[in-house]
């Protein structure tokens, strides 16, 4: 089964920049659709950002100009390039892995960012 690590997370100020990466150890990763989801305590997790088999992208209107995902096949890798980070995009940051965009059947144990004002 595959298994999936996140890594870049942190503390950062608002306006700032960090960039998540996520490792797929595993195989056929270029077969799965890849996404982003974070989580706050107390609150439904929700679909930042994802990319299909094909390179369709797809992200949360909250995030849209300033968050990328970049999947690269070469590396059994995905990134997630946040820019101008907000204090409302503080959560915990998990990569999941599917047969579709947004259905993730794998997950990492996420990655905690922290944005303050």
């Known amino acids: 089964l595959p298994r999936l690590e996140e890594s870049g997370g942190g503390s950062v100020q608002a306006g700032g920049s960090l960039r998540l990466s996520c490792t797929f150890f595993g195989s056929a990763y270029a077969t799965y659709a890849m996404s982003w989801f974070r989580e706050v305590p107390g609150k439904e997790p929700e679909g930042v950002a994802a990319?299909?088999?094909?390179?369709?992208?797809s992200y949360l209107d909250s995030v849209k100009g300033r968050f990328t995902i970049i999947r690269d096949n070469e590396k059994n890798a995905l990134y997630l390039e946040m820019n101008n980070v907000k204090p409302e995009d503080t959560a915990r940051y998990s990569c999941?892995?599917?047969?579709?965009?947004?259905?993730?059947?794998?997950w990492g144990r996420g990655t905690q960012v922290t944005v303050s004002s």
């Open positions: 990319i299909d088999t094909e390179g369709t992208l």
């Open positions: 999941g892995a599917g047969m579709g965009t947004w259905r993730s059947d794998y």
